[in-house]
């Protein structure tokens, strides 16, 4: 198999570190990008390196559209261009009920979510379609479906991307280029750790398996070839 140049936003920790070790395992060639966890990105490089896989840490934060320029440009000038974008990069978010949070605190959530996934996906598929082929992964959630207690902003900023998704495999497959969801539950990272013990039980009562997940779990989904 052809090594193929994966780049997951927010790969430095939880599911993106997780999801890039595994792509490496797999072959791929692993791009790992970060905004601030410079020692993270580095020492996960390394671990994947040490253990026969490729691995590069680029930094850049993806709300900000010269930054992501940057980093495509430089995939593509030193490696070709990228063949599999998983956006995973976690955007902070007011965790309130919907009477208690303003407009502004609902919709920098929102802005930041749509935009960081808008935009990498449009410059990873204008190189994809050089190749007549691309892989797009969005991490979305189950919350986009599924309402808990004060994550409306959350939910409803996954539900956004799940529909654009939906809209990029239309118009993007015929020229080879996929577009896919997946969407977990509650996933232990450093973000959701110190969550509540209640809350973590209510998410758990909801979902199919009775477990809350772990980053690993994410990672195993049968990635496209």
């Known amino acids: 198999m052809t090594k193929k140049n994966a780049l997951i936003t927010g790969g430095a920790r939880g599911i993106g570190a997780a999801i890039a070790k595994e792509l490496a395992a797999k072959g791929q060639r692993v791009f790992i990008n970060y ?11 390394k671990e994947i390196t040490d253990n026969g896989g490729e691995a590069y840490p680029i930094q850049a934060d993806v709300r900000n559209d010269d930054q992501i320029q940057i980093m495509f440009d430089k995939i593509e000038a030193d490696f ?13 978010f007011t965790q309130k009920p919907f009477l208690d949070q303003t407009w502004e605190e609902f919709s920098q959530k929102l802005n930041d979510e749509v935009h960081a996934s808008y935009v990498t996906a449009r410059q990873a598929a204008l190189s994809m379609k050089k190749k007549n082929y691309g892989r797009l992964i969005f991490i979305s959630s189950t919350l986009s479906e599924s309402p808990a207690p004060s994550f409306i902003a959350h939910g409803t900023a996954k539900g956004a991307l799940d529909s ?3 809209y990029l495999a239309q118009e993007l497959g015929q020229l080879g280029i996929t577009s896919n969801i997946v969407a977990p539950g509650l996933v232990l990272t450093d973000a959701t750790k110190q969550a509540p013990d209640e809350f973590k039980e209510f998410i758990r009562s909801m979902t199919p398996t009775q477990k809350i997940a772990v980053p690993e779990d994410v990672a195993n989904t049968e990635w496209p070839s």
């Open 164 to 166: 654009l998704n939906k």
């Open 80 to 92: 070709g261009g990228v063949d599999i974008l998983v956006s995973n990069a976690n955007m902070h």
């Open 35 to 45: 905004v601030n966890s410079t020692d993270a990105a580095n020492a996960l490089a």
